[in-house]
């Protein structure tokens, strides 16, 4: 007996350079996947029995890593819920281009070249845990070498920790304010 945990993931109509449909597309729906795989083994599922939890991601605005961006707040927002998480996950994005490794790619860095067969162009998005150290989920597109592909998984790590504390903080914050706010 465990809960259930489910994600929809949407862009808005108007967040990209292109309209998009008020319906889920293929790459929607893949995301939606990649977040419920990024979260699920975060989630303390065992103690909500016969629930479900349901995650609804809708991005107004795609400046790039919108995935990454969309784990890292579904998982703030479970947690500023009161819906009990093993850890925080983190979500975090590079693009790999020939010889050189971005972070937190914009949009058109993020879809430059994404169809070029050539070696080395491709990105990789990972879901990590970092009190657990542990990645909960890791996407990877294109063709990259493997010393590229543990460079990229190394900096993602180091990235999703500097963002750590900052997300400690802004949850230490935000039940502050609700312990002061139920004190009135």
């Known amino acids: 007996m465990k809960g259930q945990l489910t994600c929809e993931f949407k862009y808005a109509t108007f967040s990209c350079s292109y309209r998009r449909q ?14 419920l795989e990024a979260l699920e083994p975060a989630v303390c599922l065992h103690k909500f029995p016969k629930a479900q939890v349901n995650i609804f991601v809708e991005v ?12 890292t707040c579904a998982s703030m927002a479970l947690a500023d819920a009161g819906i009990e998480v093993y850890d925080l996950v983190i979500g975090c994005s590079m693009k790999i281009h020939e ?6 790619p914009t949009v058109n860095e993020e879809y430059d070249s994404q169809n070029s067969k050539e070696l080395n162009h491709g990105s990789i998005t990972i879901g990590f845990m970092p009190s657990l150290n542990q990645i909960s989920a890791i996407t990877s597109k294109g063709e990259i070498q493997i010393d590229f592909l543990k460079r990229a998984m190394t900096d993602c790590v180091e990235a999703c920790q500097k963002i750590y504390p900052a997300m400690q903080q802004t949850l230490h914050t935000s039940i502050k304010d609700k312990l002061t706010a139920s004190e009135r």
């Open 22 to 35: 008020h319906q889920q597309d293929s790459e929607e729906k893949d995301f939606s996947v990649q977040l």
């Open 99 to 104: 010889d050189k490794v971005l972070t937190d």
């Open 60 to 71: 107004l605005q795609n400046d790039g890593s919108a995935l990454a961006a969309s784990i």
